[in-house]
């Protein structure tokens, strides 16, 4: 995943899209970062499909202390599949992530540029 990504669309759009039955307003966020609270469509124990607020980041389950563990918030595609803290997840806690677009921050601010 990225490092930061908005997420602008009305909540209307998102339950058109996705289809999920609950749901509630939030403001466009335009500047999400790691360990913020996200909007995510998941299963619910009925097996359909809802709209939550989470916190971005992952704690795996043979964490003993998570006060005492760095949350993880990103992961590789190429290796997800093969890594103790991802496996477990990937195979069964998935969800959606809506979002707009994403982007990195380079440090580099532009100024004076045209428009």
Not at 50 to 76: C, H, M, Q, S, Y
Request: with cysteine.
């Amino acid at each position: 995943m990225c490092a930061r990504y908005p997420l602008t669309s009305p909540e209307e759009v998102l339950h058109d899209y996705f289809g999920y039955d609950s749901g509630f307003d939030y403001p466009p966020l335009y500047n999400i970062a790691p360990t913020q609270p996200i909007h995510i469509v998941r299963l619910d124990l009925k097996k359909e499909r809802e709209l939550a607020l989470v916190r971005w980041g992952l704690i795996p389950g043979w964490v003993k202390d998570p006060g005492k563990f760095t949350t993880l918030i990103n992961a590789r595609a190429e290796t997800i599949n093969d890594k103790p803290s991802f496996k477990t997840s990937m195979k069964y806690h998935r969800c959606l992530i809506p979002a707009d677009g994403f982007y990195e921050w380079t440090g580099k601010r532009v100024t004076n540029a045209p428009l």
